[in-house]
């Protein structure tokens, strides 16, 4: 599991650490590590460290410090150092030892910074680090934006510079890198977008913090870890005891979600489908999957909230192109009055939104929208959601009190008192009509098998991501990605399930 942790959270085991140690020794730990990396990137492009230029952006904190002892160390290497001093004060040990290593500094004039930024091979930014809050003043804020057009590559020191290091928030210009080195632990922020995209790859550089830190803020699932968690058949097992879901979805006017979400339960391996529903897309579900067993609901046994001619499930998904009105509420309400675990997406959604009581249950409920649908839930606006992603999927998850998965560029799962989970696995390609309504199937499948509410959703995303990727390259292999449709992410399932 990789795990994530807020500025304050790594502040506070900094502090615990650092009373151990002499002065400068995690500063020194960090700027080695940052050195190691960047003299690996530059080999990479040249073939060795010698000679090439080097632009270090320092601010006038310990972020600066680090950036300037690591180009002190480059300069040892035969790098041409120079640094924009961004503060009205520089970091004195790192500017010293910078100096004294045959690098050059000065304040920052815009012309002269432009100059050393585009002639640069590496840009090193240290303008801001776990201390950064809010949008960047002048001038940390131009020479973000200078960064963006060196021809060389970009290495964020600890976060990008203009990224909420906490939450991955950005309030205005902030450094786009190729790499972030990170000391100690990774900040949530690297891991939630917009601050994971900013961040591009991320290498941790340990400086000996892991016996101080406390319970992460929030954490990655590996491969491994999601192939622990998932629900194998033992010699014992048979359909039943494998796990039953019920998937309530699709109308007579929207039959293809239905397809695609019991395509997405039967592929993430349920013991057995049990679908209900109009007519026609029933028949749509039969004539696709006929393993599912299907049942065409009748409107005035809903109406008394009985869903008991669908037989036992263990878990239900409600939503995919059920509609909102009067039949789908009634179908909603039947399905969130049972005792067992339900997932609530797309028009089911919307119908909570409207009714809101219905949410209120015993069981445990998995909602999962995206930022328009979690926008009617919270009633923000949607840019406010997509900006503040993991801000609002907790609120979500405290007010409603379920679980949460906002869907989106980075997927984010979050339950009161737990560590939100930020899915790492996907592929752009994934943005296409449907791929959510397989999604809500494959968390049906893994609920019904026995996870919780907030395993189901992060391995379902997960999955999800892999088989996208498997999809898009055209089989576990495959280096170039290509368009999918959802039915093919629900097809590769398999293959995701054999990659872990
Ligand atoms: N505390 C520690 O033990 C260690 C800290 N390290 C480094 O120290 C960093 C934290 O250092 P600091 O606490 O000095 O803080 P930072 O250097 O991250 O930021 C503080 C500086 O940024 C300026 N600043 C803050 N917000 C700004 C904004 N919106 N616009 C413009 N300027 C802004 C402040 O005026 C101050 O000069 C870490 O990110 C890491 O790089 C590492 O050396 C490892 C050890
Ligand atoms: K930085």
Not at 177 to 192: I, M, P, S
Not at 283 to 299: F, I, N, Q, S, Y
Not at 348 to 368: Q, W
Request: charged share 20%; aromatic share 2%; hydrophobic share 45%.
């Amino acid at each position: 599991m990789r795990t994530a942790y807020t500025s304050d959270q790594i502040r506070a085991a900094e502090l615990a650490l650092m009373a151990t140690l002499p002065e400068g020794t995690l500063m020194g730990r960090a700027a080695a590590g940052l050195a190691v990396t960047c003299a690996g990137l530059l080999t990479g492009l040249h073939g060795r460290v010698y000679g090439s230029r080097v632009a270090v952006l320092a601010g006038g904190g310990d972020n600066g410090g680090d950036a300037l002892y690591a180009g002190a160390r480059l300069a040892r290497r035969g790098a041409r150092v120079e640094a924009v001093l961004a503060g009205s004060r520089a970091h004195e040990g790192g500017l010293a030892a910078l100096r004294a290593a045959g690098g050059r500094a000065a304040a920052f004039d815009e012309a002269r910074a432009r100059e050393t930024i585009g002639r640069a091979d590496l840009v090193l930014d240290g303008l801001v680090g776990i201390g950064g809050g809010g949008a960047l003043r002048e001038p940390y804020a131009t020479l973000a934006g200078l960064a963006g057009e060196t021809p060389g590559l970009v290495v964020a020191v600890d976060v990008p510079s203009g990224v909420d290091a906490s939450t991955g928030r950005v309030e205005g210009p902030a450094v786009r890198a190729h790499v972030t080195v990170t000391f100690g632990a990774y900040k949530t922020g690297l891991l939630v977008d917009p601050g994971a995209e900013r961040a591009g790859a991320v290498e941790l550089v340990d400086i000996g913090l892991g016996p101080h830190l406390p319970d992460p803020d929030a954490a990655a699932l590996t491969d491994e870890d999601v192939a622990d968690l998932l629900p194998r058949p033992g010699a014992e097992s048979d359909k039943y005891r494998r796990g039953v879901v019920g998937i309530a979805a699709g109308s007579d006017r929207y039959t293809g979600a239905a397809v695609l979400s019991v395509g997405g339960a039967v592929r993430a391996g349920a013991g057995m489908v049990r679908f209900a529903s109009a007519e026609e897309p029933v028949r749509h579900v039969r004539a696709r999957w006929p393993e599912a067993v299907t049942t065409v609901l009748d409107p005035s046994l809903v109406l008394k909230s009985s869903l008991d001619e669908v037989g036992r499930v263990q878990a239900w998904v409600l939503g995919p192109g059920l509609g909102t009105g009067p039949d789908a509420h009634a179908v909603a309400r039947a399905v969130l009055a049972t005792d067992v675990p339900v997932i609530v997406d797309a028009d089911g959604l919307s119908i909570v939104a409207r009714d809101r009581a219905l949410l209120r249950r015993a069981a445990p409920t998995l909602v999962t929208p995206h930022a328009g649908e979690l926008s009617r839930l919270l009633d923000v606006p949607r840019e406010r959601i997509e900006a503040r992603r993991l801000e609002h999927t907790r609120r979500a998850a405290a007010e409603l009190g379920v679980t949460v998965l906002l869907k989106g560029s980075t997927t984010v799962i979050a339950e009161e008192h737990r560590p939100a989970r930020v899915n790492t696995t996907g592929t752009p390609w994934l943005a296409t009509g449907g791929t959510g309504d397989v999604l809500s199937g494959i968390a049906g499948a893994l609920l019904a098998g026995g996870l919780t509410c907030y395993d189901a959703a992060s391995c379902a995303a997960h999955l999800h991501g892999l088989a996208a990727r498997i999809a898009a390259r055209g089989g576990a292999g495959g280096r170039s990605e290509a368009p999918i449709a959802a039915l093919d992410v629900a097809q590769a399932l398999p293959e995701a399930v054999r990659a872990l």
